[in-house]
């Protein structure tokens, strides 16, 4: 792939990482991957951790471009990227409606259903609902309706933190308890079994297009918090082992999620393919994970993509749409 230009309106980026989420640490290896990325071509980049003086500074300093790298609440439920738009300066990353609908995994689902893509059947349950209808009665219900295997996860939230896979009845009182400690409603979902990808969206100007997806194999059969950020713990094939055809229609799949939710710039869609082919959308991310054992840029390099470059292009596409 032909190496682009740094181009000459993109001087100073702010990298936003850390914040107060579960996913801290997370968010602090993306920060400075993406940071040591853009400063090896470079680029002036300031590092920083969002506190109380953050928006002061920002507002006296005027990067060209703010790169949120703020997993978790903190940076991808909307809040934080108000007050960007708010500050008027440019940001990677989708907007705050979009964010908004993104994050909340529920309303993902309805609206991705609603473009045509296939999800999982689920349930929603606030923690009030939870207990004022009766637990044990609440319990019964989902599993008169919602067979095993099911995947109990918190409504808001990643890095599969609180998400448990039910494969035995007994223990979804557990995983509902698990679940309601990071969020205060739980989706409880269908477990569609198959090869689980993730498929990485761009856009630096001419539409949104799928990199090629990474298929997940977990050694532990599940993919949690462990597995994702210790090196070793899960095996990745990019592009996944996919046939052809089934493929080009989960990339497809990605690409339509993206556009059915209005985000921009760089997501992650999470799906499972079924024995029939059929794509099933789990989750989009809209902040990816950009460490050195994230998805996304084990799926950037097989696509031939310098990273530094590629973030660079991202944030000039963040200014043009500011611009616009």
Not at 116 to 127: A, E, K
Not at 138 to 167: C, F, N, Y
Request: net charge negative; hydrophobic share 45%.
């Amino acid at each position: 792939m032909t190496t682009p230009l740094v181009p000459e309106s993109l001087r100073t980026v702010t990298v936003l990482a850390g914040g107060i989420s579960h996913e801290r640490d997370v968010s602090l290896r993306s920060g400075r991957r993406v940071a040591d990325s853009l400063t090896a071509h470079g680029i002036s980049v300031e590092l920083r951790d969002p506190d109380a003086t953050l928006l002061g500074h920002l507002s006296e300093t005027r990067p060209d471009v703010i790169w949120p790298a703020l997993h978790g609440a903190s940076g991808e439920d909307g809040a934080l990227r108000g007050v960007l738009e708010a500050l008027d300066i440019p940001f990677v990353g989708s907007r705050a409606t979009a964010a908004r609908l993104a994050w909340d995994k529920p309303t993902a689902k309805a609206l991705v259903a609603r473009a045509g893509i296939h999800t999982p059947r689920s349930v929603t349950l606030s923690h009030d609902a939870f207990r004022e209808l009766g637990a044990v009665s609440v319990l019964q219900a989902i599993a008169d309706e919602h067979p095993v295997p099911l995947v109990v996860k918190p409504a808001r939230g990643g890095s599969a933190q609180g998400v448990t896979v039910v494969d035995d009845i007994a223990g979804l009182p557990r995983a509902m308890v698990d679940a309601y400690t990071y969020c205060e409603d739980v989706l409880v979902e269908q477990k569609i079994v198959g090869t689980e990808v993730a498929i990485g969206v761009i856009d630096t100007g001419d539409g949104p297009i799928a990199l090629p997806a990474v298929e997940i194999v977990p050694r532990s059969g599940f993919y949690g918090f462990e597995a994702r950020y210790n090196a070793g713990e899960t095996r990745f094939f990019t592009p996944a082992r996919l046939d052809d055809t089934v493929a080009a229609a989960a990339a497809a799949a990605a690409v339509a999620a993206h556009t059915a939710l209005g985000l921009r710039h760089l997501s992650r869609v999470d799906l499972i393919i079924d024995a029939a082919g059929t794509a099933w959308f789990l989750e989009v991310n809209v902040l990816p994970g950009l460490t050195e054992t994230s998805l996304v840029p084990l799926a950037l390099e097989a696509a031939g993509y310098d990273l530094g470059w590629l973030y660079a292009e991202l944030a000039q596409k963040a200014i043009t749409d500011h611009r616009a």
